[in-house]
């Protein structure tokens, strides 16, 4: 995961001010959005650096120095969030003109500083990476074309991985060890995750270090029998080059993934034997010195094990114990406490909650209760014996930070109640930065202390709600409408001169994703501003989250269990047809599009609500879970051996003749999660069955389309257009 680098993705936006104060006043809320504003930054909210909390009550922040041109890593006081020191500077380093990426050793004496990245799918890069002492400003190559270094817990090694096999530099003897010997490309991978874990259980680094720095843990993918995928990257150059990799699609070969131990002090390696299962999602050690927790699953996702791993003996005993009707997420919630006890979420109750385990597995207590969901588990104040989240316990558009003790008492709301706050503690616990936003407020970052009290507002962005107020810019309207027995979240947009007495085409769009939210408390996205700009042309945007969309407890995350896309679609088509009924929306002039999953739905509605959705928009559309990944499929649908009408009566490709209306594919061809096999398949289908559409493929684009000059303001220029030729016609009663 994240948390051996801090990747130097710097979040800190220019704010503009072009625009005078002057010309504000002349032009309060007569200015239209445009396309190229939305895309070139002019409503990003100004945000804070990406920090990392220090020990102590101290943090760090990548920085660039415009003056010097050189990168810096900067010390500063969460007290008073001033800088104290430059512990390093790229301008100070003969071997290293600049950096773009910092982690620090346990006890904050060493760095390991990285540069030239090269990306490999959605989290994973490789690059070339310094070893840097802080008293002695030595640097040091670890290595180049390497993947995740981490620094011993004894500070004296690195353990990183190269070409699929993993290596530990000792920087006492400045010799290198290669722990394994078997990595091949396409083949075996040691220590580092392969496609489908990093993209659905979210992880790269699979390898950790023992607390005593005696052992090394790690995985080991063997992806010899998994099927390949291959696309072809037209690129600039004369003939196209492939992309081959391994990809398991629902009902194929995982890859063989075993967990093995390796010992310094001898330099053999073991496999450790952990049962049945098919995925080792989390490993991680305890606080005793010799024991690592494995987590695995099965195959259907629905049976959890923790292990307990005996490093000394290689033998692993069943911790505790997890199963669901219908599937368990994997978090990084579990933490473990100085008797070694810990800590757990679970949705068990119903609701996703935090419980507190001895470590023989046995229940000490439930720490917090209630028909709402824990969202965010932030950790534990040993000192205070109290535990920081964020929930929804305010409602489930809204998100709150609390504090609670270990023994379930004295709960305190730290921030609004309404909106939402995420929060970054210091390691200790006495501060944490919290960032709040409404629909109504733009990103606000402020200083707390850990028992709640407000200290400081660092960015209030100000300029930018000055800015948005010379706009034509709609609020949102939030509300709940009753679809299918269900109280389903909704907002809604209208023209500024809406009128009652008018009717208006409609605009619907949403995710709806297993456990998403598109209907959430919050600051605007760029879609946002999209369709706010739609709606000063005429249209009443609208977004509902129908069943199987999160924060409103298990029941109703996970009704949609094996039957994926065919409630999510009844909701939409639903909610399109009562919303028509209003005297204000043109029954015969409504839309729906989405990306991805949304595309997917957005597709499904244009064919089963052909009777009420006349254009429809789908961005790189799974169009038959066929086609997706194994993890995230079989989660929701278990195999297609298994459950074959799951999969196919509710894959668009299979009733493609039903199209009516108006409908624009779009596709980035080098999308490496949802490949453009699935538009090319639905292609085919409309091919077959005679049916005219629009279709938007994208060059070598992957999944989020938007790498390239122009390449976003392109797409929605293209979806703008589409939508006001098929969709924008107002009508008078």
Not at 205 to 220: D, I, P, T
Not at 539 to 568: H, P, Q, W
Request: proline share 2%; aromatic share 12%; glycine share 6%.
């Amino acid at each position: 995961m994240k948390k051996g680098i801090l990747l130097a993705t710097i979040l800190l936006l220019v704010s503009f001010n072009t625009i005078s104060q002057t010309t504000l006043k002349q032009n309060s809320n007569t200015k239209e959005i445009t396309l190229e504003e939305i895309w070139n930054g002019t409503f990003y909210a100004e945000r804070m650096n990406s920090l990392n909390s220090m020990n102590g009550d101290f943090y760090s922040l990548l920085n660039y120095d415009r003056q010097t041109r050189s990168t810096t890593v900067d010390k500063y006081s969460y007290k008073t969030l001033e800088k104290i020191e430059t512990i390093v500077s790229s301008s100070d380093l003969k071997d290293l003109n600049s950096f773009s990426s910092y982690s620090f050793n346990n006890d904050e004496t060493k760095l390991i500083l990285g540069t030239n990245f090269q990306k490999i799918y959605r989290h994973s890069f490789k690059g070339t990476f310094y070893a840097y002492d802080i008293a002695s400003k030595k640097l040091s190559l670890i290595g180049e074309g390497i993947q995740e270094p981490i620094f011993s817990p004894d500070n004296q090694k690195v353990a990183y991985a190269k070409d699929n096999n993993l290596f530990i530099k000792n920087f006492t003897t400045n010799k290198i060890t290669q722990i394994t010997n078997d990595g091949k490309i396409n083949s075996v991978i040691n220590g580092i995750t392969d496609w489908v874990y990093e993209e659905e259980f979210a992880f790269v680094r699979a390898f950790e270090w023992s607390k005593n720095s005696k052992y090394l843990a790690f995985l080991r993918f063997d992806e010899t029998d998994v099927p390949t995928f291959s696309m072809d990257i037209v690129g600039n150059d004369k003939y196209p080059t492939q992309q081959v990799f391994k990809y398991p699609k629902a009902g194929e070969k995982n890859a063989d993934v075993t967990l093995h131990m390796y010992a310094v002090s001898t330099k053999t390696t073991k496999k450790i034997s952990l049962g049945d299962y098919e995925y080792i999602p989390r490993i991680k050690w305890s606080n005793d010195a010799n024991t690592l927790v494995a987590t695995t699953l099965n195959r259907h996702q629905n049976n959890l094990n923790l292990y307990k791993v005996n490093a000394v003996k290689t033998s692993a005993t069943l911790l505790l114990n997890e199963t669901d009707k219908a599937y368990v997420d994997i978090t990084d919630n579990l933490t473990f406490l100085n008797d070694n006890s810990f800590i757990w979420t679970s949705e068990k109750d119903g609701f996703n909650h935090i419980y507190h385990y001895d470590f023989n597995g046995k229940l000490i207590n439930q720490i917090t209760k209630g028909n709402w969901e824990v969202t965010n588990y932030y950790g534990y104040n040993k000192d205070k014996k109290t535990i920081y989240y964020q929930s929804v316990e305010n409602g489930s558009t809204n998100r709150g930070i609390y504090a609670i003790g270990l023994n379930g008492k004295n709960k305190k709301l730290l921030t609004n109640k309404d909106g939402q706050s995420n929060a970054a503690f210091s390691k200790n616990f006495n501060y944490f930065i919290n960032t709040y936003s409404s629909a109504k407020i733009p990103p606000v970052y402020s200083l707390y202390s850990g028992n709640g009290k407000r200290l400081k507002v660092i960015k209030d962005n100000t300029q930018l709600k000055e800015r948005l107020s010379n706009y034509k810019i709609s609020p949102k309207e939030f509300s709940t409408i009753n679809i299918n027995g269900n109280d389903l979240n909704m907002w809604m947009i209208k023209p500024l001169d809406f009128d009652e007495n008018k009717q208006y085409p409609m605009l619907m769009f949403q995710y709806s994703g297993p456990g998403s939210q598109q209907v959430g408390n919050t600051w605007n996205s760029s879609n946002d501003y999209w369709h706010n700009m739609l709606a000063q042309k005429g249209m009443i945007i609208v977004c509902v989250d129908g069943r199987g969309t999160g924060f409103k407890g298990s029941d109703f995350k996970k009704s949609t269990y094996l039957n994926l896309v065919k409630y999510e679609t009844e909701d939409q088509i639903a909610a399109a047809k009562k919303l028509a009924k209003r005297s204000y929306i043109d029954e015969n002039n409504i839309g729906i599009w989405g990306w991805s999953f949304g595309g997917h739905m957005s597709t499904n509605c244009i064919l089963k609500g052909n009777d009420i959705f006349t254009t429809a928009i789908a961005v790189a559309p799974v169009t038959s879970w066929r086609f997706y990944d194994t993890v995230y499929t079989e989660r929701f649908l278990r195999t297609p051996q298994e459950n074959p009408k799951g999969y196919d009566e509710n894959s668009p490709i299979n009733y493609a003749e039903k199209l009516k209306g108006k409908y624009l594919l779009v596709h980035g061809t080098g999308d490496d999660n949802v490949h453009v096999q699935n538009s090319f398949r639905m292609i085919n289908s409309l091919i077959e069955a005679n049916k005219q559409f629009d279709m938007f493929i994208v060059p070598d684009r992957t999944h989020g389309i938007y790498k390239g000059k122009n390449t976003r303001l392109n797409l929605f220029t293209k979806m703008t257009n589409f939508i006001e030729e098929n969709l924008n016609k107002k009508s008078t009663k």
